[in-house]
């Protein structure tokens, strides 16, 4: 792996390591940084290095720290390896990216390749079905199982009212990037019993202001129903090569 590709970043380390601390044990995780171009995409990168990897790919509005009692279960014998999408997580979060579906995969792939991850068991969720899988379709070579979970990558016929509402002009902006109201719905409907305060604070201390949420914005605004979409090709793509 060449230098320029895991930047020394100690200031970048030292202030993520301060953000997660009031996190404790629950995330205890060495932070580790990918430059895409001037923007710095944070993974979680437990476990040998010459292990099987397990890649872990998170959806909207999460991010790592979804992934951190599996990591913690399998980083004794693989490679766990938890990337947070740029604009979520400690990666950055620009307010001017093209935050579209085709971007966070070659954003996964790069990792993949930046870090030569072979016989990967991809895990997927929500929105890193698509993500993982639109990597998986350019190198299936470099998979050797599938996990996905609440997801799908194919074309819908339509969208939860919820969801649907949250893409309204102004409203949808004011309700997720003013309110929060996406992520912190997310700890309490998506979740079967009630998350402990700790770990609600974990799911939310990356969105903590108007700017920290722009991708989760983003992430709805580029569900696409339509060939109009910006993202509508890739989807097809995506599922055409997956036969779904």
Known sequence: MSPT???ALPERVAEARARIAELGSEYAFQP???????VLQ???????????PILFVHGNPTWSFAWRRLVRAFSDRFRCVAPDHVGCGLSDKPAGYPY?????????????LELDLRDITLVLHDWGGPIGLGMAR???????????????????????????????PLLGSLAIRGFNAF??????????????TLV???YLLPYRSWADRVAI??????????PAHPSWDELVAIEEAFGL
């Open 5 to 7: 590709t895991e930047p």
């Open 32 to 38: 580790h940084f990918l430059a895409h171009g001037a």
């Open 42 to 52: 944070h993974r979680v990168d437990e476990g040998p290095r010459d292990a099987p």
């Open 100 to 112: 579209r579906l085709l971007r966070h995969v070659s954003n996964l792939e790069r990792l993949v």
């Open 138 to 168: 350019r190198h299936p070579e470099r998979i050797a199982r599938l996990v996905v979970t609440n997801s799908a990558a194919f074309r819908a016929g339509g969208m939860p009212r919820r969801l649907s509402a949250c893409r309204a």
């Open 183 to 196: 992520a912190r719905g997310a700890t309490t409907m998506a979740v079967e019993k009630p998350l402990s």
């Open 200 to 202: 609600k604070r974990g």
């Open 217 to 226: 914005h983003a992430f709805v605004l580029d569900i696409p129903m339509g």
